[in-house]
């Protein structure tokens, strides 16, 4: 266990002048706190707070940071108190120790909902002060590191939840090997099989090529000093076990089909020694074509910068090679870690650990955006995961601004990645000057440049194209408005004609007063409610007139036998038949307010047709269903008799066709025809004579002699129908035929 002037050391080694006096007052404090309190190791408690501080100041970070290591479970676990840490070691570190605490509790692999929560939670924690991931990510590589004491059930939890969104972030945050390190302890508790077998493999080839990682490194390097760059600093190393387990999966690759298990780095002093670098390596030893990726010219999201080459190096090996500066290389060994800032006057109080114009912040941010943009747990939880896990491309704007994007993304993904508003009404694009269609998936370096169009609405079948959560999100987002804008129109419309039978005036002011009467937040969403059938027009009436008298439904006979009129609660008249539904007719009553128009709207949001379908020249109704709109009946449907005691549903409507842009509509008819050779190809030229097309079409027999074709038909009219009827009758093989309703 690391003692007390180790750790101060340790601290001063990088910052000599750091505040000794904290660290022994913090170390000192933890001490007494965690007392003779256990691990499930056995070990002493204070092991852990100390092994975490310890793992922070290979990150070269601040005595403040390491302060927060050493109490981040003193709250938690002890009798120490967040106002006592606050009176001991100031607002700042209670702040961050009470942050940690909290996100203690989190689980972050529980059921979705809760999982998106807590995933959010800890977001927003992070975004508050960076610390607070440095501190966590620490904890948990320690906690990884000492997992086989616990049991089987947390452990694989644990693993879990590491694997999900600890590696990740911290590669995010550019902490590299701090996410290898967590992936691969992860790795060895979720399969352990895939693990040992991996590692064993890799022993082998390690002893079968004992020195080969030495021999490569000398000649690199001796190649690099005769060129000039003798400050060039070579390293190489094996792949880890889950990394090489990860490009088997991916690439569906056997162990023996790698080629690059060995990694090499060179660092050197500046850029141009960088590209000098390249050239010395490219012109010794032979490229691997499309295995070269420069991201010192264009920086990864994190901040990662280096220059990636594959070659077939020295004993016709297969390497890869990074090269970088030793800035570059700060940054990629320690991500955001390696933005401290700790000069006199470029601190802040209690010192500013993160540059805010970094690109690892500047996610960070963004994804805390979507937190209000989202309209559930599970979309932000979808949204995240996605931003964490994905590879990146990098396309250009027309004016040269870079995008990054993940790999496999489309045109749409980049309108939206520009501005939401770009995306919502995007019609087409154009990469790298050729008209495309969206569905193209984008390359490194594309130039895209998105045709837009102001009365385009993103269609819902986007979010199947789409692979960045931001898009998928604000398409949803625009589906659910393109239809509460229907529901609202189509609630309108209902409330309008309710009103005027009533001799009232509707207006959205007039609602205002009685939402919460209604249970609504706002007055689009009562009027959306009405339409989609949730909120009856009477009860909006009732609310804002409570005075009015509504006549309820009264039967009485007419002067037609075997026939009752019926008065809904809307103010409308119907006759319903007293035995049979088979002649339903329906008179809407004069006085004001025309029927609502149907076109041809099969399939539409808020106004559907019912199974049996309808068609122009039919009498039909409409019935008000809960959250689905309107359904339209033809007036002899027998499902109509569902709803003879619900008079408030029924909706008068009538046909309102474009013929400028003529549609067809379904009906369903049965023939009972003979069964011989022939017949449904009769049947079948019969009807593409009469310009009808068949949507579906079933057989069954029913005797010996004799089949039943259901046919769904597609035809203009009821004239057209009525005409496909006859002729089918006068066919010698046909039996009977007939039109069914539901």
Not at 31 to 55: F, N, T
Not at 504 to 517: A, D, I, Y
């Amino acid at each position: 266990m690391m003692r007390q002037y180790e750790l101060v050391e340790r601290v001063q080694k990088y910052k000599p002048d750091a505040n000794e006096a904290l660290l022994n007052k913090a170390y000192v404090y933890a001490m007494q706190k965690h007392g003779q309190q256990k691990r499930a190791s056995g070990d002493p408690y204070i092991s852990h707070p100390l092994e975490v501080a310890a793992i922070l100041t290979d990150m070269h970070l601040d005595e403040s940071t390491i302060a927060v290591a050493l109490l981040h479970d003193t709250i938690e676990d002890t009798t120490a108190t967040r106002a006592e840490i606050d009176e001991l070691f100031g607002e700042d570190i209670g702040r961050l120790v009470e942050g940690l605490t909290k996100l203690k509790r989190l689980d972050l692999v529980t059921k979705k909902a809760k999982q998106a929560e807590n995933l959010r939670k800890l977001l927003l924690a992070i975004s508050d002060d960076v610390r607070v991931l440095l501190v966590k990510l620490a904890d948990r590589l320690h906690n990884m590191r000492t997992l086989e004491h616990v049991n089987p059930e947390k452990r694989a939890r644990i693993s879990e939840e590491t694997m999900d969104i600890y590696a990740p972030l911290a590669g995010r945050m550019g902490m590299q090997d701090l996410r290898d390190e967590l992936e691969d302890l992860s790795f060895r508790y979720l399969n352990p099989e895939a693990y040992e077998t991996v590692t064993k493999r890799l022993s082998e080839l390690s002893a079968r090529n004992d020195g080969l990682i030495t021999k490569i490194e000398d000649e690199l390097r001796d190649l690099l000093v005769a060129n000039g760059l003798v400050d060039a600093a070579v390293k190489g190393r094996q792949k880890k076990p889950y990394s090489v387990f990860r490009k088997m999966q991916s690439k569906s690759l056997s162990f023996e089909q790698l080629s690059d298990v060995y990694g090499f780095r060179i660092v050197v002093g500046d850029i141009p020694a960088c590209y000098r670098a390249l050239g010395i390596v490219h012109t010794r030893w032979r490229v691997v074509p499309g295995r070269f990726k420069d991201y010192i010219s264009t920086p990864k999201q994190n901040d990662y910068r280096s220059i990636h080459t594959t070659i077939v190096g020295p004993s016709r090996q297969r390497i890869e090679l990074q090269i970088r500066t030793t800035r570059m290389h700060e940054i990629a060994e320690y991500g955001i870690a390696a933005h401290a800032l700790y000069k006199d006057g470029e601190s802040g109080e209690g010192g500013e650990l993160l540059s805010k114009g970094s690109n690892a912040y500047s996610w960070l941010r963004h994804t805390i955006e979507a937190l209000s943009e989202g309209d559930n747990p599970e979309e932000f939880l979808e949204h995240t995961k996605l931003e964490l896990f994905q590879d990146q491309v990098f396309c250009f704007t027309p004016k040269g601004k870079l995008i990054a994007l993940p790999r496999g993304a489309t045109p749409i993904d980049f309108a939206y990645a520009v501005h939401t508003n770009i995306g919502d009404t995007t019609v087409g694009c154009k990469i790298n000057g050729r008209i495309m269609p969206l569905v193209t998936r984008l390359n490194n370096g594309d130039e895209v440049e998105i045709i837009r169009s102001g009365v385009q609405v993103p269609p819902a079948a986007w979010e199947e194209i789409v692979v960045t959560g931001k898009a998928r999100a604000a398409i949803r987002r625009a589906t659910r408005m393109a239809i509460r804008k229907q529901y609202a129109g189509l609630g309108y419309r209902i409330l309008e004609r309710t009103f005027e039978r009533a001799g009232k005036v509707f207006s959205r002011e007039g609602l205002k007063p009685v939402l919460h009467r209604l249970g609504q937040k706002d007055v689009e969403d009562a009027i959306a409610s009405v339409g989609r059938g949730e909120l009856s027009s009477l009860d909006v009436m009732r609310a804002v007139f409570p005075d009015y008298k509504d006549e309820r439904v009264t039967v009485k006979p007419s002067t037609d036998e075997g026939w009752f009129n019926v008065r809904s609660v809307s103010g409308m008249m119907f006759r319903i038949p007293g035995q049979s539904a088979e002649a339903r007719d329906v008179e809407p009553e004069g006085q004001g307010g025309a029927p609502l128009p149907i076109r041809g709207l099969s399939g539409s949001t808020q106004v559907r047709f019912a199974r049996s379908g309808a068609v122009p020249g039919d009498r039909i109704v409409g019935i008000m269903e809960e959250g689905a709109g309107i359904t339209i009946y033809p007036i002899q449907a027998p499902a109509l008799q569902r709803f003879d005691d619900q008079p408030e549903r029924w909706i008068d409507v009538r046909w309102d066709l474009d013929d400028a842009n003529k549609s067809r509509f379904t009906a369903r008819i049965v023939i009972n025809a003979l069964n011989e050779p022939g017949t449904l190809a009769t049947v079948a030229q019969t009807i593409a004579g009469l310009d009808i097309n068949i949507h579906t079409l079933d057989m069954g027999r029913v005797a010996t002699d004799f089949s039943e074709i259901g046919l769904e038909v597609e035809v203009w009219d009821l004239r057209q129908l009525n005409q496909l009827l006859t002729q089918l009758k006068e066919l010698d093989s046909i039996s009977t035929v007939k039109r069914v309703y539901d």
